[in-house]
């Protein structure tokens, strides 16, 4: 086997202030590989500008001046977390290809026990923490049953892995028949198989910069996390219709034994509340079905996950 070329890809929002300090980091990762024989000469860091608004691709530029170890790709916008990574894997050119975002809270040495794997026959090594000691309290709860709900509803989850992975050349080839556009490569890369391993290591909280990943993307990337993967809320959705369809009945028959005894019923107050309490779910319901058919939509449009404006990946 010829000594293959590695990619970092680290896609970047708004990341001027850690930039460099990462870049440096990571070029040393590279250095300690290339002093094994483990990669090629030309292996590189390649960062996704996700269409940021602060100095980001200005400084990708200059670090691209310095050294052919550092090349870049400018998106048109921004695409998201998900978007710059996967146009970082489909369009750089190599053997081997690591994600780890900008800030590096991912412990960034450990790239180097990933190859290894790599040399010994895994096609995907998933980071996985040890701990999430520095998680805020509500990451970590939130997290620990975000992923217990994803199991009970039978998708295949690594646990404590994010997006820091590596995957060869030829996995990357398999992720690009999964056209779909609600991504959430968590959920997907599992599915792809081929020979897999695991490296642990401890998370660090945010040295540079604060999070581009608000509750509100934290929601959404969960959201697909269960839909895209599960049909258990429709499932659940029709096991509740049930409930409350049988619950009906002995209300209604309650009511025709009300009558029969004689005993005036009840004014309104009842009736309000039975139409409003099924009124209401069916709302829910519904509410729950528009959701799958706006994901439907959404997937028929076939619409393009990233668009590159610059490409300097090929030097
Ligand atoms: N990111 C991105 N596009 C976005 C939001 C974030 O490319 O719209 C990148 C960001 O620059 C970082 C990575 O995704 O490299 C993870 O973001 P962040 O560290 O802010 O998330 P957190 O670690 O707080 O979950
Ligand atoms: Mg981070």
Not at 288 to 299: A, D, H, P, S, T
Request: charge should be neutral; hydrophobic fraction near 40%.
């Amino acid at each position: 086997m010829s000594t293959p070329t590695l990619c970092i890809v680290v896609p970047c929002y708004n990341e001027e202030e850690t930039l460099r300090v990462s870049a440096a980091a990571l070029r040393h990762v590279l250095q300690q590989l290339l002093d094994e024989k483990k990669i090629a000469d030309d292996s590189y860091v390649c960062f996704v500008n996700d269409g940021s608004k602060d100095n980001t691709w200005n400084i990708i530029k200059e670090l691209q001046e310095e050294t052919s170890s550092y090349r870049g790709i400018s998106l048109s916008r921004n695409f998201g977390h998900q978007g710059a990574l996967l146009s970082g894997l489909f369009t750089a050119k190599a053997d081997i290809y690591v994600s780890i975002d900008a800030d590096l809270q991912d412990d960034e040495q450990k790239i180097i026990d990933m190859v290894h794997l790599y040399h010994e026959g895994c096609d995907i090594v998933y980071g996985c923490r040890d701990n999430r000691d520095t998680d805020t309290w509500f990451k970590r709860t939130s997290a620990e049953a975000f992923y217990k709900i994803r199991s009970y509803m039978g998708c295949h989850t690594i646990p404590n892995h994010a997006d820091y992975r590596l995957m060869s050349a030829r996995s990357v080839q398999a992720l690009k028949s999964f056209p779909e556009v609600n991504l959430y490569l968590r959920g997907i890369i599992p599915m792809l198989g081929f020979p897999s391993g695991y490296v642990y290591y401890k998370r660090k909280s945010r040295q540079l910069g604060e999070s581009k990943y608000p509750l509100r993307k934290m929601v959404a990337l969960a959201w697909n996390g269960v839909i895209n993967f599960s049909d258990a809320p429709l499932l659940l959705m029709i096991w509740v219709g049930v409930l409350g369809m049988l619950a009906s009945i002995s209300i209604m028959a309650w009511c025709i034994y009300q009558w029969v005894s004689g005993q005036t019923l009840p004014g309104w107050t009842s009736t309000v509340l039975i139409v409003s309490a099924f009124g209401s779910m069916q709302f829910l319901f519904t509410g729950i079905i528009g959701l799958y058919i706006g994901k439907v939509f959404r997937e028929t449009k076939h619409r393009p996950l990233f668009i590159v404006d610059q490409d300097c990946t090929m030097r």
